[in-house]
Structure formats: structure tokens, C-alpha cells
């Protein structure tokens, strides 16, 4: 299956705590191992890396690859349009950054209830599908992070869009919240092919409790947790690519051997990997993917994700490593606001795509780790 996507939102760092300071050695050099083994989509948008991203894949990809070896997605950032003349700017602008004429695939980023309204207000979907008449763009579709009804109601109404770009992993299948089965199953009755992202969730798939790992040894010994959460997106037929972020070239070798070696999951493989799913709700407390997008509006400069991923890991090991979490917490906290710094001003809580209650959150993350050591 050579459905692997390159999704170019986590890439390797020189400073863990700026995503600015990409590792561009590193990222021409995953890029390179990428290629030599037959793959070639790669996935960006604006705000990945703080606007950097699309720079990055001109420097590592556009500048060092023909044009036909690859194949590229870019996203409209709906998120940031106020006008409709914004959307040609930015157009341009991502051009521009890509180093690039014609983008493969351009995306709507992030339909939901209120960035489709403002879709709708500023001719958004229209916008794309003059830029592909025009051969601007080869393939037009959206990224989507709401519930099945309205992703339902979308595809009705906008019947030109050609692929749709979804969250689905094991974990989100059956969430109520996600619904990734249930946007997955409409987007197929309305003959769409789906590119998933988020397979691994943001890295919450890539290391499991004991007890799941058991349950999934049986059946493929010594394969990943990462790879069992690939292949579940992986096997249906229905999907076109599966997006990863990696970050380093451990994880993209390990990526590469699971799309070249293994078969698609069996029926009964997938059922253990919704029981894996059960185990693990019990044990995630914040289902938080790391994408970063509370982030830039934060007035107080709060390092969101990164509390709650500490928040997690404390839950999921027990107060024994309370020692070491609060140590990285401190850390962060000479550079950015800590969790009880939030002013409550929502701002956050408009840009996550997993509709976080993001404020209850930082005030659980401030209760248990912003106590004295005892
Ligand atoms: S609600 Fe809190 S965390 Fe969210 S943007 Fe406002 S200050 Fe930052
Ligand atoms: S809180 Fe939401 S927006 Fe922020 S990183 Fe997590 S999933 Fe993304």
C-alpha cells in the first residue's frame, strides 16, 4: 500500500520549543529517504510551523525534485478570512512560498458550523473551483473537523468537491464527539475518496498500556503501535492517502516498512483494535491532537498542548512520575503563561478542531500540577 502521505505540520526541530527553528538538514533528508522508496505526497498548509512550513517544502522538495516526482495538498485558511479579496492574497502568497505555479490538491481547511458559514458569506468553495478551471489547482475538497450531519449537508450543497480530507483513527471510530466512522460512512455514500489524517492522533496511538499491546501481539508480533494505527486507515478501500507527521527518521522507516510490508487488517484484527480503543478511553484524559491551532491567539502565551500532553502522561503513569512532569512543566513555564495565567477568554476554544473545553482543561492541568511538591 504506498498510501503514505508526508505531512509536513511536525517536523524535526533544532529547539523543541519553537517551531520556528526547523531542522532543515534533517527534513531534506527525510524527504530523501521518502522519495528513493517509490512515495511522493507530501501534505502543508499556512499555518503549519508558523507560516514556515510551505517554505520549507520549497527548500527540501520544490527546488531539489522535478516537478513530476511529487505531488503536493495546500489548505485555504478559512480561520483567517475576513474578505474576500484575502483569498487571492493568500493564494498568491502560498504560491509564492511553495515556489510552485499549480498546486496538486488545494483544500478548504477546517469546514466546520462556523468557518462554513464564512465559506458560504465569501465565496470560498467558488474560489477554489474557478482556481482549478483556471489550472491553478489540480484536485479541490476540504478538510473537516465537525460532526457527520453537517459534513453530510456540505456535500450536498457542494457536490464539485472531489475528496475530503478526515480525522479517522481506532481511537475517534466510535467517538461522539468525532465521529469518524460515521463522517467517514458519508463522505463515502456521496462517492467521495477520503485522505485521513491524524492516524496515529496527534502521537496518542504510537505507545499503549500493557494490557492493549497483549491483545494486538497475537495477531502481527513486533509490529508498532504507530503501525496498527496506520493500518486501520490504511486498509479501506475508500482511502486515498494516509497522512503522517513524522518528525524524525526513525518514525518515517518504521512508517515506510508498515505501508511496504503489511497486508490490509482483517475483519477481526480491527474488532481488537476497538477493544484497544475502549481500553485507552479509560486512560486518556485530554483527547488533544497537538495541532497547535489554540496556540497563536493565546493572549498569555500559553504552551496549550504541551500542558496537556504533560497532564496525560501523569495520568497514564501514575502519580509516581509526578517528580519528572512537573520538572518539564516548570520548564515551560519560564517561557510561556502557565495554565492557571488563563484569562478565560475562549479564543482558544474557537480554533480546536476536537471542540476541547480548553479553559476546564488548563484549570485540571493548574490543580495537578501547579501544586508544591509533596
Ligand atoms: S482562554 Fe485562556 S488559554 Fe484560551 S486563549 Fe484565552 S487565555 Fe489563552
Ligand atoms: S487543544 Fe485543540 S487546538 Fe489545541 S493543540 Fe489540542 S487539539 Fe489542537
Given at each position: 500500500m504506498k498510501k503514505l502521505g508526508f505531512g509536513l505540520m511536525r517536523l524535526p526541530l533544532m529547539d523543541a520549543d519553537d517551531p520556528k527553528k526547523i531542522d532543515r538538514e534533517a527534513v531534506c533528508r527525510m524527504v530523501d529517504l521518502f522519495m528513493e522508496q517509490g512515495f511522493g505526497y507530501f501534505d502543508t498548509a499556512y499555518p503549519y510551523h508558523e507560516g514556515l512550513s510551505e517554505t520549507v517544502f520549497q527548500e527540501a522538495v520544490a527546488k531539489r525534485y522535478?516537478?513530476?516526482a511529487y505531488t503536493i495538498t495546500d489548505k485555504l485558511p478559512l480561520y483567517l478570512l475576513r474578505k474576500e479579496e484575502e483569498m487571492e492574497q493568500i493564494f498568491q502568497q502560498q504560491l509564492n512560498r511553495l515556489g510552485l505555479d499549480f498546486i496538486d490538491y488545494y483544500w478548504l481547511h477546517n469546514v466546520g458550523t462556523a468557518s462554513y458559514a464564512v465559506a458560504q458569506r465569501l465565496g470560498a468553495f467558488e474560489f477554489v473551483r474557478k482556481k482549478k478551471e483556471q489550472g491553478k489547482v489540480g484536485h479541490i475538497g476540504f478538510s473537516f473537523h465537525d460532526r457527520a450531519d453537517l459534513l453530510d449537508r456540505v456535500l450536498m450543497e457542494h457536490p464539485e468537491m472531489e475528496f475530503v480530507q478526515l480525522q479517522l483513527n481506532y481511537l475517534d471510530w466510535?467517538?461522539?464527539?468525532?465521529q469518524a466512522r460515521l463522517c467517514y460512512e458519508a463522505a463515502i455514500r456521496h462517492g467521495k475518496q477520503v485522505m485521513v489524517m491524524e492516524p496515529v492522533k496527534g502521537g496518542t496511538l504510537a505507545s499503549l498500556p500493557p494490557q492493549a499491546k497483549e491483545l494486538l501481539e497475537q495477531y502481527r508480533p513486533g509490529l508498532s503501535p504507530a503501525g496498527w494505527a496506520l493500518l486501520f486507515a490504511a486498509s479501506r478501500k475508500e482511502v486515498a492517502m494516509v497522512l503522517s507527521g513524522m518528525s524524525d527518521r526513525q518514525q518515517m522507516e518504521e512508517n515506510l516498512l508498515v505501508m511496504e510490508n503489511q497486508p490490509p487488517l482483517t475483519a477481526r484484527e480491527e474488532q481488537t483494535l476497538l477493544q484497544v480503543a475502549e481500553i485507552l478511553r479509560e486512560k486518556i484524559a485530554i483527547p488533544c491532537t497537538a495541532c497547535r491551532y489554540c496556540v497563536a491567539g493565546c493572549p498569555k502565551h500559553i504552551a496549550i498542548p504541551d500542558y496537556f500532553s504533560l497532564y496525560n502522561s501523569l495520568r497514564r503513569f501514575g502519580p509516581e512520575q509526578w517528580g519528572n512532569v512537573s520538572a518539564y512543566y516548570n520548564n515551560l513555564t519560564q517561557t510561556h503563561g502557565g495554565a492557571s495565567d488563563c484569562v478565560g477568554c475562549g479564543a482558544c476554544e474557537a480554533h480546536c478542531p476536537q471542540h476541547l473545553p480548553i479553559r476546564e482543561h488548563l484549570h485540571q492541568v493548574a490543580v495537578a500540577l501547579e501544586r508544591d511538591e509533596n
Open positions: 522535478p516537478r513530476n466510535e467517538d461522539t464527539n468525532v
